[in-house]
Each structure stands twice: as C-alpha cells, then as structure tokens.
C-alpha cells in the first residue's frame, strides 16, 4: 500500500478499520475457514472407519458438533465483515 492510499484510507475511517484491514480480516477468517474444512475431510475419515468397525467413538460425535459451531461463527463474522447474509451451515440433528 502506497503512502497517499494509506493517508486517505486513514482520513476516511476516522475510527473505523480501512479497507486494508478488513481486507485482511476477511483473508484471515476464509483461511481459517479453509483449514476447518481440512478438518472436516479428516473427521469425514474417522466416519468412515467408525462405519467399517460399526461403533462411533463418542469424540467423534463431539467434534463434528464442535466443527458445525466453528464453521457457523466464521461464516457470521465474515458475513459481517462483508455484509453479505451467511451460508445456512445445516443443522446435525439427530444425525450422530
């Protein structure tokens, strides 16, 4: 970022974060939230291990619940920070 855009950027926030910073905020947030989907891939694997041996281990029920959670608040703060409504993130019911 040049100097000039850093002072007008600066000058027209007043209080509020520039467009640099949110900028990077919402990079921030979208990599976390690709990272969760790592996650997410890995879970999907202990799934299917648990339906080959038939028992799902209780931390894999805990885990998925705690991803959902994770994922609904990422998605409402970079919705937030966009002002773009957030994904519905499905709701896991009586699925585990």
Do not use: I, K, Y
């Amino acid at each position: 970022m040049s100097v000039p855009r850093l002072l007008v950027e600066a000058a027209l926030a007043g209080e509020a974060q520039t467009a640099s910073e949110r900028r990077a905020m919402v990079a921030e947030f979208l990599a976390t939230r690709r990272l969760l989907a790592r996650v997410s891939n890995n879970v999907n694997q202990l799934a299917a291990a648990a339906n080959a041996t038939g028992e799902v281990p209780a931390e894999l029920r805990a885990t998925m619940h705690a991803v959902a959670r994770v994922t609904a608040r990422l998605d409402a703060s970079v919705a937030e920070l966009t002002r773009v409504p957030p994904a519905r993130t499905p709701e896991l019911g009586g699925q585990l």
